[in-house]
Each structure stands twice: as C-alpha cells, then as structure tokens.
C-alpha cells in the first residue's frame, strides 16, 4: 500500500486547507484510512477516520466541526477539509491505512504516507 498526503502549506488564522491522500497497491475499498498530526514535541495525534465499508467518519473531539474527511473512490483518494485553522493546528499531517483496525490509536496502522506541513500564523 502506498499513500501520498499533500496539500498542506501555510494559511493565517481562519482559514482553511484541503488535505489529499491518494493510496495505490492495494483495492481502495478494502481500507480503512485515517489522519494523523504530530506537532513538534508532541504525541501523533489521530484526528479522524472514514469505515471502508458503509464511509462512516469518527473524529477526535479537537477537530469535530472544523475538520471534515471525505473519500473519493474512483480516485482512490480520501480527504481532509480543514476550516477555522488556528496556530495550535501547526501540525505535519499525515495518512495512514489498514485493512483491518479503524479508530484513532497510532499503533492500529500498518500503513502510513510521508506527511504533509501545515503551518497556521498570520
């Protein structure tokens, strides 16, 4: 399994960011993917994550109603909208996938992408 995070960048206090995650080797719906951030000096954090099978999302009360994941399946992407950003978002996000375990624990995935920064500050 192979995933590719981008999107990130720099954006002030409220705004936004859209986060992709393209996974290839592996059939798109046989996966259960999540997101993740680790800020500097700080535990990775998991954020959210999207059902393989019927796309329900579960997110982590600190992003609930700012963040939204999303998937795409004749993309084989999934995403993340991010809205009202704030500096303690300053984050590298990262994606990760397995076929079996679904929720928010780091050590739950086999497969992760190479992170992607994002930097909130006006």
């Known amino acids: 399994v192979q995933l590719q995070a981008s999107g990130g960048g720099v954006v002030q206090p409220g705004g936004s960011l859209r986060l992709s995650c393209a996974t290839s080797?592996?059939?798109?719906?046989?996966?259960?993917i999540a997101w993740f951030r680790q800020a500097p000096g700080k535990e990775r954090e998991g954020l959210s994550c999207?059902?393989?099978?019927?796309?329900?999302?579960y997110y982590a009360d600190s992003v609930k109603g700012r963040f939204t994941m999303s998937r795409d399946v004749a993309k084989n992407t999934v995403y993340l909208q991010m809205n009202s950003l704030k500096p303690e978002d300053t984050a590298i996000y990262y994606c990760?996938?397995?076929?079996?375990?679904w929720g928010l624990g780091v050590s739950w995935y086999d497969y992760w992408g190479q992170g992607t920064q994002v930097t909130v500050s006006s």
């Open positions: 080797g592996f059939p798109f719906l046989d996966l259960n």
């Open positions: 990760a996938a397995d076929e079996s375990s």
């Open positions: 999207i059902e393989k099978s019927d796309g329900r999302v």
